[in-house]
């Protein structure tokens, strides 16, 4: 945890935990370091569904070329938050009212899923024109990952292509870019080059075959975040090194990609504190308040959130302080159910009632994926660490406390 945030967690009440709180400063390094990496044909798009918190947005949104929606809502909300920045919508099951929304808002780019809802759109069109692309589910190999998007219901199988083809020749305001893919999720830089370099390969082979005049593809997201060695981030330069490689047999193509997890992961923060410390059949658990009702990323994904401990010296009562030294403990929430686990049976040096624990890692598919209605217990407060300085955030730095 860099000092500012540091001053922040420690400087937030008791009554304020548990608290997100988001370095700003780090997302902006972070997104810049991306952004630099990657050659100048790339466009890089954030997906909002990672973390669509307006003041991240807001952040990103200087360093980004746009935004990728996939939802009407998520659609009205950056539209609301940046209001000038180009938005992908994209997402299985878009409705009527959505894609009318889409085109109202004048959408950059509309992703389509399928030929029915190509269809479904060509009647809402009213004259005006939109450049659409059209995901396809490409059957490749993407090897053991995290999470393969192929082979489900997300766009379509290449043999409906065609299918679209024929419907966008007989209606002008559509106006085919090229293709997208989302195949995967999960991959680390090496794996990702070598699916990139499969799907504009198979995308520029297609184009070629049909006549179509193949502008853009976009490959989607899943870049690689690994919770287990935090400070593993994924490459970023050996990404841009290998798409600039590719890039040069596809000299016509502007490539597109549009990463959520490994944006906005590493800048957020879950703070909360231990309320309770118990042994139960040799094995120590700290109960701590909140719990996945408000960061189920660890419950989601299967693992340890990875975790710093803040001691607290202040002990108010007359009786010992109960806690664990040099053991496992497994770290619990709230929630009156045995899976809500934050980190199972991590050896810790000393932890004690009143201590905090900040939960790294805790920027993307975090709060927003969880159920907070589950037992009825007070929401997070959100502060942000202010990125309104240029430079490097020196420790006990201006930090903007901004509670929503
Ligand atoms: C979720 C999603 C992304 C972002 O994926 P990450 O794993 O967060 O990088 C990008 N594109 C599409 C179509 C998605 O569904």
Redesign the pocket.
């Known amino acids: 945890m860099r000092p500012g945030t540091y001053g922040l967690v420690a400087a937030l009440s008791d009554d304020e935990l548990p608290a997100y709180v988001y370095d700003l400063p780090d997302l902006r390094d972070h997104v810049r370091t991306i952004r630099a990496a990657l050659p100048g044909r790339v466009e890089l798009l954030y ?1 909002a ?2 973390n669509s918190d307006p003041l991240i947005l807001r952040t990103l949104a200087e360093h980004v070329h746009g935004f ?1 929606v ?1 939802s009407g809502g998520e659609l009205d909300h950056v539209r609301a938050i940046v209001p000038g920045a180009p938005i992908a919508f ?2 299985p099951g878009k409705t009527q009212q959505e894609l009318t929304r889409a085109l109202d808002a004048g959408v950059e780019r509309l ?1 389509i899923e399928s030929e029915h809802e190509l269809r479904l759109f060509a009647t809402l069109l009213g004259g005006r024109t939109v450049d659409v692309l059209l995901r396809v589910n490409l059957p490749v190999d993407v090897g053991r990952v995290a999470l393969a ?1 192929g082979g489900g219901p997300f766009g379509m199988d290449p043999v409906q292509l065609d299918r679209c083809l024929e419907v966008m020749a007989s209606v002008p305001g559509i106006r085919l870019r090229g293709l997208h893919f ?1 195949l995967a ?1 999960g991959l680390q830089a090496q794996p990702q080059l070598l699916l990139v370099d499969k799907v504009l390969a198979w995308a520029e082979n297609w184009a070629r075959v049909r006549g179509v005049d193949l502008r853009e593809v976009n490959v ?4 690689g975040v690994d919770y287990t060695h935090p400070p593993r981030v994924f490459d970023w330069p050996a990404l841009g090194a290998g798409l600039r490689r590719i890039l040069t047999r596809h000299p016509h193509l502007t490539l597109r990609i ?5 944006v906005t992961a590493y800048c957020g923060w879950y703070v909360s504190q231990v309320l309770d410390i118990k042994f139960s059949r040799g094995h120590a658990f700290a109960v701590l308040r909140g719990g996945t009702h408000h960061l189920r990323t660890p419950a989601a994904k299967q693992h340890d959130q990875p975790f710093e401990v803040i001691p607290d010296d202040t002990w108010p009562w007359p009786w010992n302080r109960p806690e664990v030294r040099d053991e496992p403990v497994t770290l619990v929430g709230q929630l009156c159910t045995p899976k809500d686990v934050l980190a199972s049976r991590i050896m810790t040096e000393r932890l004690r009632v009143g201590d905090r624990v900040a939960f790294a890692m805790a920027g ?2 975090a709060w927003n994926i969880s159920h907070h209605a589950f037992l009825m217990h007070p929401h997070p407060t959100f502060h942000h660490l202010a990125a309104a300085t240029d430079g490097p955030p020196v420790a006990g730095d201006t930090y903007a406390r901004q509670t929503s």
């Open positions: 997906a569904k990672a990728e996939a994209g997402g992703h998007m989302h999720s989607g997201g899943g870049m549009e990463p959520g997890r490994s993307a598919y």
